[in-house]
């Protein structure tokens, strides 16, 4: 898919990977502002495509008294001020056919979540509304399966899909990228790595996601030799404190020496090419 569709996206020309990067959850107006505006400089000077993530709610919780959220239409008006202040895109997560219609009012991205990825239904609402549609890959799935998902956003009228690969489930408390699906999964759609995602240790006794950050860098970089088209993850100024998945987010301050390493990689994969 050629980014040159999304509104507002820069650096399409760079021959860089595009990153969606962003809190795992919309906290506040000033945290979002805060860690876009440290992103944005970083990609620019890195020329990186860049799409700012961050969850409007989170409707899928180990226990109901975790945070879900600020309030829909104040965390949706939030990324659409993300978008007019610095100019870049956003994506978000949907979870029924009516928050896709809605979000699709404020962000240029509307992501399927893992879990919900076969829900028909929720599907073909994401792609009637003409935006792009990042499928994550079921933690249940085979990369070959993804060809389905993909193919209702077809069906349904809209060419604009990515696939997302956020890890298998191993076990039952731990995940692992198999990175033989990256090229299986780029003959259906560009396809993404989130790297945050796929390194967190779910269903703890405790309710709360563990995760591996220390491994970031090195998935990121396995990725980025396998030839994905974009990598995803989640980043915070304050990983311990974060009201969502602060166990396996980048802390932002490591941001930059990331990408830097991870432009080297991808330059020197082009060279080869």
């Known amino acids: 898919m050629d980014l040159n569709l999304i509104p507002k996206i820069k650096h399409t020309d760079s021959g860089n990977f595009f990153l969606l990067a962003g809190p795992c959850a919309i906290e506040g107006e000033d945290m979002a502002l805060r860690i876009a505006e440290k ?14 993530k961050g969850s409007f709610k989170k409707a899928n919780r180990s226990r109901i008294d975790s945070f879900t959220g600020i309030g829909d239409e104040k965390a949706l008006k939030i990324l659409r001020k993300v ?12 979870h ?29 609402a994401a792609a009637k509304t003409g935006k792009v549609v990042n499928l ?24 604009k ?13 731990d995940m692992i990228v198999d990175f033989r699906g990256i090229p299986e999964m780029k003959a259906f759609a560009p396809t993404v ?19 591996r950050p220390d491994m970031i860098e090195t998935i990121a970089r396995a990725g980025i030799a396998t030839g994905v088209d974009g ?30 390493n991870l432009v080297a990689i991808r330059k020197t994969i082009n060279t080869l090419s």
């Open 96 to 124: 029924t056919n009516e928050d896709a219609v809605i979000a699709a009012e404020y962000v240029d991205v509307l992501q399927i979540p893992a879990f919900l990825v076969r829900q028909t239904d929720l599907v073909a």
């Open 161 to 173: 899909a990515w696939i997302t690969d956020r890890g298998t489930m191993f076990g039952y408390q």
């Open 231 to 260: 990598l995803f993850l989640e980043t915070h100024f304050d990983p311990a404190n974060a009201k969502s998945d602060g166990a396996n987010m980048l802390d932002l301050q490591h941001l930059e020496s990331l990408l830097g």
């Open 193 to 211: 790595l989130d790297v945050t995602h796929s390194l967190q240790q779910p269903n703890q006794t405790s309710g709360v996601t563990g995760g």
């Open 83 to 94: 978008s007019e202040t610095f100019d870049v895109p956003t994506v978000t997560d949907i």
């Open 39 to 52: 992103v944005v400089s970083i990609t620019d000077k890195l020329e990186i495509p860049y799409v700012f």
């Open 136 to 159: 994550k890959k079921g933690q249940f799935m085979s990369p070959g399966a993804m060809q389905h998902a993909v193919q209702k956003v077809i069906d349904s009228g809209n060419e």
